[in-house]
Nanobody
């Protein structure tokens, strides 16, 4: 019933910017945590950024100062603003949410981000 739908991925030159969006739909729920992960070919999936209900955020060291995670007032959409992109940022980016009630993680299908030199 809960669904996460991502958008905003694409191809960008190094130094450019992209903004990813993730819309959460479903019946009544309480989203405790939302975040973004990424996975490059041959690498493990890694946490990029997350935001909790009170607005606190955490970031991977590799993206601090370049990426910003945020949520809208209804807390049904999460964004990842990515600036000063580097080729090493190339990966499939996955949205996730931890929802209280079912007490489990939900994942989006992923969106490709490719940064060229």
């Amino acid at each position: 019933q809960v669904q996460l739908v991502e958008s905003g991925g694409g191809l960008v030159q190094a130094g450019g910017s992209l903004r990813l969006s993730c819309a959460v739909s479903g019946s009544t729920f309480n989203i405790a945590i939302m975040g973004w992960y990424r996975q490059a070919p041959g690498k493990q999936r890694e946490s990029v950024a997350r935001i909790i209900g009170g607005g606190g955020t955490t970031y991977a060291d590799s993206v601090k100062g370049r990426f910003t995670i945020s949520r809208d007032g209804a807390k049904n959409t999460v964004y990842l603003q990515m600036n000063s992109l580097k080729p090493e940022d190339t990966a499939v980016y996955y949205c996730y949410a931890f929802i209280v009630g079912p007490n489990r993680d939900y994942w989006g299908q992923g969106t490709q981000v490719t940064v060229s030199s």
